[in-house]
């Protein structure tokens, strides 16, 4: 199988998929987060009977629809391409990536698409509390859709709750609720949401500076900021806690992952933490160049944080790629033997079932029970290859942190300005406040880097490789398909820019 993989497909069909999910992931953060925003604007209504605050609900509103129905054009492509280019992977684990999908459209999406026509179409249909109501179910659909996509995201980064089957070769689902509270789920949904809250807040920071550097609609601008910028405070403190409880499980379930973020190549114990640094990027697994070229370091932070306790040790990649002995940490090498002593082993135990050899294939089938934990490692051509794009990975995660840390800061500065009432007179800062968005969308998808770049080459932690995971498609397809899908996300997203940018032009009624 191995011999016959083309290289050149894979990383075209790995490259349609990582376009897809991109593209993807501009729309959905401002679903999540404009919807709660919309709740809270309509709350303020509803309480207050201000007509203002139902202006300020109804144009949010628009951009969130136009937003809202992008987002779905490409998320159902996404879901799509697991069965054109990733049909190993679709067959292999269906049993169990399908249950938390299944779970998404049925209780998740159906909540929000429901109550969605009735949030935009009921205002003079139903009373102001029903309205309210299908508001808030509206956001909380929306982000029970991204609960359900994250355990599936979540099982894959840590696979649990299931069982291989050697007669199907396939991983079948044993505890639903394993597969729905893994503590890798749990922390990537908190975390996803949360920076969700804080995008879209910065989106509606963007949208009032701009209209208060043209002196338009300036009480609607100060009233949406209020709101906002609280709830991007909020949100921005549980980002930054379970930011760190994120990085802290992949210490524990996928150590490559955060040696690759902290650009580790050695462990150590009582280890740094890089504060800033460049790479070098000529460094290999093995070799004895520096790892750095620049580098910030804060003494012991990293074991601290890595394994809650100081003095302890935290495996580098060159660890994890040759085992350590001293520290326990098994090394890839050795991890391809057991793998391929697995995959023979199973060769073995279906020959004889074929041939009806009951007691060989007992016997065969309990060496390959007692290597199946490396099942997928016995795909790899060499140790090496377990290494992911350190130098992308390292970047991509301090630009989140660095990033991440100043928008709090904005939030609380406007507040601050907000209550001198001299906001309006802070030309420079407003300036700030206009490009604020584009910074969130630059940490937001440097965060899914690090997540889904960290992990590889595993579709399926330390079960199935990428290489495995793929459908036998030519090259010439799928970068057929990559282009054809490059040119309609372009324009999808040229075009909701476009709207938005008129509706936010034209400003809420009754201003």
Known sequence: MLEQLDVSQLNWARAQFALTAMYHWIFVPLTLGLSFLLAF????????????????TKFWMKLFGINFAIGVATGIIMEFEFGTNWSNYSWMVGDIFGAPLAAEGIFAFFLETTFFAVMFFG??????????LSTWLVAIGSNMSALWILVANGWMQHPVGMAFNPDTARFEMENFWDVLFSPVAMS???HTTSSGFLLASLFVVTVCSWYLLKGRHV???KKSLAVACTFGVISASFVAFTGDESAYVAAQVQPMKLAAMEGLWDGDVNADLVALGIVNPAKKPGDDQDAFQIEIKIPYLLSLLANRELGSFVPGVNDLVYGNAEHGV??????IVLGKQAIHQLALYKKAKDE???VAAAAALEEFNKNQEHLGYGYLTSAEEAVPNVPLVFYSFHVMVVLGTLFPLLFLAILFFLYKKNLTEQTWFLRLGVLSVFLGYVASQAGWVVAEVGRQPWAIQGLLPVSIARTNLTTTTVQM???MFLIIFTTLLIAEVRIMTRQIQNGPEGE
Not at 41 to 56: A, C, P, R
Not at 123 to 132: A, Q
Not at 330 to 335: L, N, P, R, Y
């Open 356 to 358: 009806g050899e009951d």
């Open 41 to 56: 604007f309509e709350t303020l209504y509803v309480k207050t009977g201000n007509e203002q605050w139902k202006n300020i």
């Open 188 to 190: 990537h949904f908190v």
């Open 123 to 132: 205002w003079n249909r139903v009373s102001k509390k029903f309205h309210l």
């Open 219 to 221: 009480d609607m601008a």
């Open 330 to 335: 098994i090394g890839t090498d050795e991890k």
């Open 481 to 483: 398909t990559f282009f």
